[in-house]
């Protein structure tokens, strides 16, 4: 039996860090949004126990990548492991702060559970994701949410906005272990940090489908510290601005950014033309929750 799932990226809408843990890990509130860039998987179940996993020469093909981590995980908590040939066809970049990485770990969760005839649920299987990465457990069913915690903390939003979107990154990526050392050094470990954003209004405008007020009310913090190290960030920015966006910010970590426009022609041209000047840029539209 073989089956196939789409691996969407994620963009974030809002990203805040509300301060750092004992433990070393930053307690986070994100609104995450999947749009329909995405990675493929096929998956094949086979004769025998564990994974091997084809990826092409640009990734590993071990347990360095989250695709193998999240099987390996899948049948520590079955306790029933079967055998199974996966097959990686990568669009999202990579290190570019749009949850590349855990979108194809969530997407073998999905596809193993669904091999395994749906042995675990929808919440089961985020339990099972929270030990491979932050943005996992979201990207099991995506659409639209607020998520808290270290990610895993997720409540899902009705979002009647479906403007079309624009993704763009230039140059290398960003390590996110990096960025959040930064973001350490620049708000002294977040030592006694209080924000001055919240994620409310957005919140409202996406469930009113109101573009303008989401527009006004996109955040990230990393930007703090990314931008001024990017050149091509802001640079990237201004452009989707001046090309017709309500908004632009940077996602995740970077240093791929997005902007929200108005209407799909403009959002097509604005795409074309970053691919022109040696972007990689992509033309997506906001995709709903996965139903399993």
Avoid: W
């Amino acid at each position: 039996m073989t089956v196939i799932e789409k691996a969407y990226a994620k963009i974030n809408y809002y990203l805040e860090i509300s301060g750092r843990r004992a433990d070393g890990y930053h307690e986070l509130e994100t609104v995450m949004q999947t749009v329909s860039l995405a990675d493929t998987l096929t998956v094949t179940r086979v004769a025998g126990e564990g994974i091997t996993l084809e990826t092409g020469a640009a990734l590993p093909a071990d347990d360095k990548n989250l695709v193998v981590r999240a099987a390996n995980a899948y049948f520590a908590a079955s306790g029933a492991p079967f055998g199974c040939h996966a097959v990686l066809e990568k669009r999202i970049p990579i290190e570019a702060g749009l949850g590349g990485g855990s979108a194809d770990a969530a997407a073998m969760l999905r596809a193993l559970n669904r091999l395994d005839k749906g042995r675990f649920s929808a919440a089961e299987l985020a339990e099972i994701a929270v030990k491979i990465g932050a943005d996992v457990p979201f990207l099991i069913v995506g659409g639209t949410a607020l998520c808290r915690g270290v990610g895993e903390v997720m409540t899902p939003i009705e979002s009647t906005l479906h403007a079309p979107i624009v993704v763009a990154k230039m140059g290398e990526g960003v390590s996110t272990p990096a960025a959040f050392g930064a973001l350490d050094s620049h708000f002294d470990n977040f030592i006694d940090f209080r924000s001055d954003h919240t994620p409310v209004p957005l919140l409202a405008g996406l469930q009113a489908g109101d573009g303008e007020a989401v527009a006004a009310s996109i955040f990230n913090r990393f930007e703090a510290v990314v931008a001024d190290a990017r050149p091509a960030v802001g640079a990237l920015l201004d452009f989707l601005c001046r090309a017709g966006a309500l908004a632009a910010a940077m996602s995740g970590s970077g240093p791929s950014v997005f902007g929200i426009f108005r209407d799909a022609a403009a959002a097509e041209a604005a795409t074309a033309a970053l691919s022109a000047m040696g972007a990689d840029a992509f033309a997506c539209t906001p995709t709903e929750a996965i139903s399993l």
